[in-house]
């Protein structure tokens, strides 16, 4: 499918024609980004976005542990510098 480039302001722009948002099911935010001479427009990932699907796999592999072995037990810094 052609189209033009089309004058915005002081910028230019393409009008996607609705069916191509509607297959593409693109929102209202994208990120654009050029490759190998062409713009590619795709969903704006979101912030976290895959983070749920990472903890799954920590929590397979057992790399989900705590760092202090007891996270209950003061350190010296919590004995002698601490204020409560």
Same mark, same amino acid.
């Given at each position: ?6 004058? %915005?302001?002081?910028?230019?722009g393409v009008r996607i024609p609705k069916i191509l948002? #509607? *297959?593409? !099911? $693109?929102?209202? /935010? ?8 062409? %713009? ?12 749920? #699907? *990472?903890? !799954? $796999?920590?929590? /397979? ?24």
């Open positions: 499918m052609k189209t033009n480039i089309i004058r %915005i302001g002081n910028s230019q948002l #509607e *297959q593409s !099911r $693109l929102g209202t /935010e994208v990120e654009l980004e050029v490759q190998n001479e062409m %713009i590619v427009i795709r969903s704006a990932t979101q912030p976290r976005d895959g983070w749920a #699907e *990472q903890f !799954r $796999l920590m929590s /397979e592999c057992g790399d989900d542990k705590m760092i202090d072995e007891d996270p209950g037990e003061q350190t010296d810094w919590d004995k002698e510098e601490w204020e409560w």
